[in-house]
């Protein structure tokens, strides 16, 4: 027996209508997509109860009416059990002499709803509050060594530039600004605290996902090292986070402590508009030693800016066409070329003036004490611009994983090997036609290539103009069959590092990494992943940090990993960033646990095995097996076993059209 609930709201069936559901996770026709479970269009019928539930959506006149735009969460129950949950798209309704007959829906299983769910959502939008950090010269150093871990060290500061091209050279002659060699002679050049970005753990981007969606994300895969060892670069704007960013950081209000005259609410800081002014001059006089932007804002939107250097008296802004109750607020903020330094105001005062009259003051505000800007590192800002759902389908593109729905708001993320291995067989001969079968080859390629997006930093354009335009960690396979190409291609972009040669005495023991293009420009492109197991020591190496006194005074001899490898210990790396197999700079040999050979390999020979076949077939399949079907499980014919690559399931009659891979 067949149920079908919105929300909680049993829906009428047509007593012979057909319910087609197309039960499929991975299909050999695109290994590089995920599918999920969706029917045919079906038909409801036109009753009482289910116009009520649909609000009589024929008629356009009626108040309130069924959003036909949205997908409504929907149970299917085979027998009192619960068969999928997902959501219901009404798609339209058949009317017959004028009145309603019935309704065409098509009912999508829970897995569908993931992009629906994130929709335009960015990873900026995610609450990641948890992890921001004052930015200062010793929390950064400290985040880049290790020696004073952040947020338990989900955050840290990689070696990778967003300007400079280091190079390293211990002699005691060369002080250029971007050799980052520790000189204990010179302590004027080396790494500056505000050339560094941080990174995030992968990891925590999923638990902010989790929190801000309601879902719940299972996974064992998700708890090994080779995931929780991941990590997203924030590089979000092209250059230094901060400094010379004219949107780098979030203006300040100013805090006045004292008013007169009317309309100026001290709680908020911002004055209200009367009604007879639409036009307004507002003059303001600051102390300052520093160089700093003034920021104007009408009801929170940005209106205008100044700069200033020092001391201003009686500067003047003017506001036209305003409207009664609009609400001004003044702020402040670093200069452009800000380097991250403290911005203190030693005292404040504004006044609003009639417009044609400024000797008429409408209030005046003032502070006498001193209010500095200082900033916090806000994670969610630095989050390099992505979709959510582009971010785990990178992940998924990379680890070949599964993303099995198991209710509306859980999902199980495997590895597509470990997903396999977790399900059961079913013996279904008795019920298989096994008179009619169908044998066929499945539909293969000629070249599959796995691909992060192509990168345009120096060092990545390098490796591509000297191996025949593939990308650094790129692969392709190619096989000798007739066919075109598949391409597999993650959303993350991945680095070349460099392990730098001492221009003085032999090579370092760290990598870094150049988000610069060709010309030595800086260069933003796609997300950039990478993995971090822990910190190298470089005492032999040591690297001199600058912090906010433009001087470094003690050596850093430890930095943490950035790498496409997951150990500081050549023989402990169990896995690469790579698709193909590359040799890692650090250890300065290559692994063969590339991704295409740990995630990719086993289903790809299988599937391109010469005993491989497609098996289509037909079957009477009983609620039994049906109700408790998972696509990872195996189907037993006259002893043979089968992978499920698709099926089709009449609900109401049980006929099933089965497509079969031998197990092999």
């Known amino acids: ?45 036109a009753s009482r109860n289910n116009n009520d539930i649909f609000k009589h959506y024929y008629n356009s006149d009626v108040s309130g009416g069924f959003s036909a735009s949205l997908r409504q969460d929907a149970i299917i129950y085979l027998n009192k059990e619960v068969f999928r949950e997902g959501s219901i798209e009404l798609n339209g309704v058949n009317m017959e002499n004028g009145k309603p007959s019935a309704y065409e829906v098509v009912f999508f299983s829970a897995g569908v709803n993931l992009k629906d769910l994130f929709g335009e959502d ?9 992890y921001d950090h004052s930015y200062s010269g010793s929390v950064i150093r400290g985040a880049m060594e290790g020696t004073t871990p952040l947020h338990s060290g989900n955050v840290i500061y990689p070696l990778i530039s967003p300007v400079g091209d280091w190079y390293y050279d211990s002699s005691s002659s060369d002080h250029n600004d971007n050799d980052i060699a520790w000189h204990s002679t010179n302590n004027t050049h080396g790494l500056d605290y505000f050339e560094l970005k941080p990174a995030i753990k992968i990891s925590k981007l999923i638990d902010a996902i989790e929190s801000k969606y309601s879902i719940t994300f299972t996974s064992t895969f998700f708890g090994t090292s080779k995931f929780t060892d991941l990590f997203l670069w924030g590089h979000r704007r092209e250059g230094y986070m901060f400094k010379d960013q004219e949107n780098g950081f979030t203006a300040q209000k100013i805090n006045f402590t004292s008013a007169t005259g009317t309309g100026f609410d001290i709680t908020e800081d911002v004055a209200t508009i009367p009604s007879t002014y639409s036009d307004l001059q507002w003059r303001y006089s600051i102390t300052s030693t520093s160089d700093y932007q003034v920021h104007f804002f009408i009801n929170g939107a940005y209106y205008s800016s100044r700069s200033h250097s020092g001391n201003v008296t009686d500067a003047t802004m003017f506001f036209v066409g305003l409207n009664t109750g609009d609400e001004i607020q003044m702020r402040f903020s670093p200069p452009v070329n800000w380097d991250g330094s403290t911005i203190t105001i030693t005292s404040a ?12 003051i409408l209030w005046t505000a003032s502070r006498s004490t001193s209010q500095s800007f200082t900033t916090d590192v806000e994670m969610s800002d630095q ?9 785990l389908s990178g992940l998924v593109k990379m680890f070949n994983l599964v993303i099995e729905p198991t209710s509306k708001t859980a999902f199980n993320l495997e590895p597509l090997d470990d997903w396999y291995s977790s399900g059961s067989t079913y013996e279904i001969t008795e019920y298989v036609d096994t008179t009619s079968q169908k044998v066929n080859k499945p539909e293969l390629y000629k070249r599959i290539s796995f691909k992060y997006q192509e990168a345009d930093s120096y060092p990545m354009r390098a490796y591509r103009e ?14 000798t069959f007739d066919g075109g190409e598949l391409v597999t291609e993650s959303t993350f972009e991945i680095m070349r590092y460099q392990k730098l040669d001492d221009l003085n005495n032999g090579t370092t023991n760290f990598l870094v990494g150049k988000s610069i293009d060709k010309e030595k420009d800086p260069y933003i492109n796609s997300p950039v992943i990478f993995y971090s197991s822990g910190t190298l020591d470089i005492t032999s190496y040591p690297i001199g940090f600058l912090d906010e006194t433009e001087r470094t005074t003690t050596a850093s001899n430890q930095v943490y990993l950035c790498a496409n490898v997951n150990n500081t210990t050549a023989e402990d790396v169990t896995q690469m960033l790579t698709f193909g197999q590359e040799v890692d700079p650090l250890h300065e040999q290559s692994y063969t646990q590339t991704l295409y050979n740990q995630f990719w390999e086993d289903y790809v020979t299988d599937l391109y095995s010469t005993s491989r076949r497609l098996y289509s077939m037909k079957a009477i399949l009983p609620y039994s097996i049906t109700s408790r079907l998972r696509m990872n499980d195996k189907l037993s014919i006259n002893g043979k076993k089968y992978i499920i690559n698709q099926m089709k399931i009449n609900l109401r009659t049980e006929e099933a059209d089965i497509e079969l891979l031998n197990d092999i």
């Open 466 to 479: 000297t191996n025949g335009g593939r990308g650094y960690g790129d692969l392709n396979a190619d096989f």
């Open 122 to 130: 960015e990873l900026i939008d995610l609450d990641l509050s948890a």
């Open 1 to 45: 027996m067949i149920e079908i609930y919105i929300g909680s709201e049993k829906l009428d069936l047509f007593k012979d209508e057909d319910v087609n559901i197309t039960l499929s996770i991975q299909n050999v026709k695109d290994i590089s997509k995920l599918f999920t479970d969706f029917t045919q269009n079906f038909s409801l019928p």
């Open 383 to 391: 989050m390099p611009e992505m979709k959510i759902y582009d971010f």
């Open 349 to 360: 005062s504004a006044s609003g003036r009639d417009f044609d009259t400024p000797s008429t």
